[in-house]
């Protein structure tokens, strides 16, 4: 098993969409393959970096997590990607600091649903992260499921949550890093504003992966001063 410094730092992407984007900006980096699928490693500013292709959906994040902090137990864990907005609390082309994630696509008929849903809900620390923030952010909860927002789901999600924005993957990656004592760094730039008509990327995979590579670009270029925030 490969071991490497805790200077190490692992990027998860999830979406193919986010991994394509990144595979445009460093065009130059050949790939090795995971159980999950491709990753490279590069310095960024000072540490040495792997960008890791982690998998879309909540089993593929969970198990590619905990695979990466098995493998190479880093310093830090870092997940860069995407989400939808709600129309009317937060704009296309924010960054969220991502300081607690709830997975809500728990349907508990048994027992307490409240109490399900705590399970699953982590708070991140980001104590070791000190202001000001390298880059404009949006520090806010992120709501996490296994589907695109639902249209009829957004007033219970800013009711019992006060969510702005949902995605997929950061609720099952925040649980398993937290559970390794590892840091996290989860940021989410918004590509769509879902209100009550849907959202113009549903139906349309063009318009997300044309959104996705705007913030992708936006996140790994401020990257290395985010990594400069680490003791």
Same mark, same amino acid.
């Given at each position: ?69 098995? %493998? ?106 937290? %559970? ?40 790994? %270029? ?10």
């Amino acid at each position: 098993m490969e071991h490497c410094s805790r200077e190490h730092c692992i990027i998860l992407i999830s979406a193919t969409g986010e991994w394509r984007a990144v595979r445009k900006l460093f065009p130059e980096e050949t790939c090795l393959t995971s159980p999950y699928g491709e990753y490279f490693t590069r310095l960024i500013g000072r540490r040495r970096c792997t960008f890791f292709y982690a998998g879309w959906g909540k089993i593929a994040a969970a198990a590619s997590a905990q695979y990466v902090i098995d %493998r190479w137990q880093p310093d830090l864990l870092v997940n860069l990607g995407t989400c939808g907005g709600f129309a009317g609390h937060i704009e296309r082309g924010e960054i969220i600091l991502v300081d607690k994630t709830v997975v809500y696509d728990i349907y508990e008929q048994m027992g307490d649903f409240d109490a399900h849903i705590a399970h699953f809900t982590t708070q991140i620390d980001l104590a070791w992260l000190s202001q000001p923030y390298p880059t404009p952010v949006r520090r806010a909860l992120l709501v996490s499921g296994d589907r695109d927002l639902l249209v009829e789901d957004i007033p219970i999600l800013k009711k019992r949550y006060a969510a702005i924005a949902g995605d997929w993957e950061s609720g099952a990656i925040a649980w398993v890093a937290a %559970r390794s004592g590892i840091r996290t760094l989860i940021l989410r730039g918004v590509t769509d504003l879902v209100d009550s008509q849907g959202s113009p990327a549903y139906g349309d995979l063009e318009y997300f992966e044309s959104a996705a590579f705007e913030i992708m670009e936006k996140l790994v %270029r401020s990257l290395p001063d985010w990594l400069e925030k680490l003791a």
